[in-house]
């Protein structure tokens, strides 16, 4: 299983970046896929998720309505879009994978991680 993250990048408040996650090792229509970040000195923290097959998205309540998580079966890619990012977003985001049909915000259900990718937003 491999997962690797791009897209992350320097940014001014109020700006977007779309991150993407390439999976390649596995069944990738079988697994839930979920986004994290974590800042040095915290716990890492479930930002988004999405189901394997029918897709229903989960976020944590700081990026309703700035974030959407989405996927591409057919090209086994994960994509976070975030929008009016605020300094608090600056962090290292990952992509995780586990072989479940539903997705939840908690580390611990994630078998697969990828290195992530930096998101420094500058206010």
């Known amino acids: 299983v491999q997962l690797v993250e791009s897209g992350g990048g320097l940014v001014q408040a109020g700006g977007s970046l779309r991150l993407s996650c390439a999976a390649s090792?596995?069944?990738?229509?079988?697994?839930?896929i979920g986004w994290f970040r974590q800042v040095p000195g915290k716990d890492r923290e479930g930002v988004a998720c999405?189901?394997?097959?029918?897709?229903?998205?989960h976020y944590t309540d700081s990026v309703k309505g700035r974030f959407t998580i989405s996927r591409d079966n057919d090209n086994f890619n994960i994509y976070l879009l975030m929008n009016s990012l605020k300094s608090d977003d600056s962090a290292v985001y990952y992509c995780?994978?586990?072989?479940?049909?539903?997705?939840?915000?908690?580390?611990?259900?994630?078998?697969?991680w990828g290195l992530g990718t930096q998101v420094t937003v500058s206010s």
């Open positions: 995780a994978g586990v072989w479940a049909p539903t997705c939840l915000l908690e580390e611990s259900e994630y078998d697969d």
């Open positions: 090792g596995f069944n990738f229509d079988d697994y839930a």
């Open positions: 999405i189901s394997s097959r029918d897709r229903i998205t």
